[in-house]
Each structure stands twice: as C-alpha cells, then as structure tokens.
C-alpha cells in the first residue's frame, strides 16, 4: 500500500541495539497522551519511544493503569496521541485523513481482544474472512489456507462461535486477524480469560504465525508465562518505558515484575 505521506516530522525511530539489520513494523517516538483536563488529567503515555520489529513476537507489561492498552489502541490508530509520533511500517498515522487511517488500519492491522469479538449467527470460516469482504476482497486464498492449518481449524471451520470453546473461538480470531496478512497484530491480553492450557496453545499458535510465517505481533499480558512467548518484553510503568528484556523466561519477568509491586 502506498500513500503520497509528507515527510514525517518526528525522527525515524533508531532500531534497538543489536538489531540495525531488522527494520521496524510499527513503533511510537516521544508519545504522550493526557486524558482529561486539570485536576482529573492522567498522562497515560508520558514520552514513549519504542520501535517493533518486523517478524518478532513483542509482548508489554507493566502494572495496571500503566498505560499498556493506550499505547496499543494508540499505535494501531483507535485513538490520537497528545503529542509524539505512531508509525506503522513507513507512515505516520497523523500525516493521513480519517479515510486513509480507515484503510490502513484494514490493510495493515490485526487484533486479537481479550474477548473474541466474533459475530455469532456466522460460521468459524465467515468470521475469518469477514474483514476481507467487507473490505471487497477475497483475500489470498493460499495464504488463508495455511492460517487455518497453523491455527488447526480445519475441521472446525463449519461451526458456530458458540459451538466452539473458548480456546477454540479465540483460534478463529487469531485467524482471522492473520487472514489480510496485516504488517502488524496487536493482541491485548488474547489469553486473559482462557484457562492455562487453552492458553498456552494461543499462545503457541502466535508463536508459529511469528516463526513460520512471518508474521509480526505485539501483545499486552499480565502473565510471564505467556510473555516467555515472545522474543522481547517491553515494560511500562505511569506511562514510561523502564526496562526490556530479550529472550525472555518467566522467571527472568517474574523477577523483573517483583521491582514494579505487582
Ligand atoms: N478514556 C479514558 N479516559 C480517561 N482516562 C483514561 C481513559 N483510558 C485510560 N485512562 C487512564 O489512563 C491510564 C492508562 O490506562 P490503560 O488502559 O492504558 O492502562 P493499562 O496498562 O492497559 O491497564 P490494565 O492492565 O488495567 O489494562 C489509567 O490511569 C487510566 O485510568
Ligand atoms: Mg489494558
């Protein structure tokens, strides 16, 4: 996709050390937001500068009200920024209109939500390819078949989300935000209400859509076991970036969570 973007007037995001080679999917420069006015104004983003990269499974964390869900909602353009930049891929979302920011938020980003959000008088495979038509495509047919089988819902594709479990129904939301082949996914807490196994196959499954077919996610969770998922844990704390860590263990976050209180 391409738009006739200005020149963005914040500077390019530098790559994370170590990784120069790797280009960035999406990231944010100098992000602040202040909801409210006055006496009730909270800085949930107070100066957040942070790059992902392409092809890498990056999770959040941090406390409660740290500011982990405004910065997603802020990155995948559900929400406008006080001030500072949010970029996905090349383009800086302030630099287009409500219809262009539409368009790149159907052709450029996917999420997953702690609920499924899956429309329930459709079939499991209508509800993978829902955003497709509705955007008047079909989409890439061999590409749909290969999340399906990574997502293992072949023989699932005739049912009705409330004929399916919850792991199960969470399986066609992963799907169906990989089936437009987005530059980026943001999940936030995909696994928060899934018992522990039904979750670690999530999680697994996001894994794989990372390592086997490329794909770049970015996902929001209170729990190190799941962030032991990712390549790297980015940590938030009153709306700053404090720390992160690459190849992650639950133990190394666990320890790492202790020193916010949590
Ligand atoms: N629409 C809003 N209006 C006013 N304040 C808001 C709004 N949305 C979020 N906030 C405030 O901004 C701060 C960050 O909220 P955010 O939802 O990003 O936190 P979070 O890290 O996702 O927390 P949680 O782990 O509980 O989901 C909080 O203090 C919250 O109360
Ligand atoms: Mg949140």
């Known amino acids: 996709m391409t738009f006739d973007a200005p020149t963005p007037s914040v500077p390019a995001a530098p790559p994370a050390a170590g990784t120069a080679t790797v280009t960035a999917a999406a990231g944010a420069v100098d992000a602040v937001k202040i909801y409210g006015k006055d006496d009730s104004e909270v800085r949930a983003?107070?100066?957040?500068?942070?790059?992902?990269?392409?092809?890498?499974?990056?999770?959040?964390?941090?406390?409660?009200?740290?500011?982990?869900?405004?910065?997603?909602?802020?990155?995948?353009?559900?929400?406008t920024l006080t001030s500072g930049g949010v970029y996905i891929g090349n383009t800086y979302l302030s630099t287009?209109?409500?219809?262009?920011?539409?368009?790149l938020r159907r052709t450029?980003?996917?999420?997953?939500?702690?609920?499924?959000?899956?429309?329930?008088?459709?079939?499991a495979l209508e509800n993978i390819t829902l955003p497709l038509l509705l955007g008047g495509t079909k989409g890439d047919q061999q590409w749909i078949d290969q999340v399906i089988d990574t997502v293992g819902?072949?023989?699932?594709?005739?049912?009705?989300p409330s004929e399916l479990s919850g792991g199960q129904q969470?399986?066609?939301a992963v799907a169906r935000a990989l089936a437009s082949r987005p530059t980026i996914i943001f999940a936030d807490e995909p696994t928060g209400n899934?018992?522990?196994?039904?979750?670690?196959?999530?999680?697994?499954?996001?894994?794989?859509?990372?390592?086997e077919l490329g794909q770049t996610?970015?996902?929001?969770?209170?729990?190190?076991?799941a962030a032991s998922y990712a390549d790297r844990v980015v940590f938030l704390a009153d709306g700053r970036i404090v720390d992160e860590m690459h190849a992650p263990t639950a133990e190394r976050v666990l320890d790492r969570m202790k020193h916010f209180g949590e």
Do not use: W
Not at 96 to 103: A, G, P, S, V, Y
Not at 153 to 160: D, Q
Not at 194 to 211: N, P, Y
């Open 194 to 211: 899934l018992d522990s196994r039904t979750g670690a196959e999530i999680l697994d499954f996001m894994r794989r859509a990372v390592r």
């Open 108 to 123: 450029e980003v996917g999420f997953i939500f702690q609920a499924y959000n899956l429309v329930p008088t459709l079939t």
């Open 153 to 160: 819902l072949r023989s699932r594709l005739k049912h009705r």
């Open 96 to 103: 287009l209109n409500d219809k262009q920011l539409t368009e």
């Open 217 to 225: 996610i970015v996902m929001v969770t209170h729990d190190p076991v």
């Open 45 to 79: 983003l107070d100066g957040v500068t942070v790059a992902f990269e392409s092809g890498r499974f990056t999770a959040i964390m941090g406390p409660s009200g740290s500011g982990k869900s405004t910065l997603m909602h802020c990155l995948a353009g559900l929400d």
């Open 170 to 172: 969470q399986r066609v």
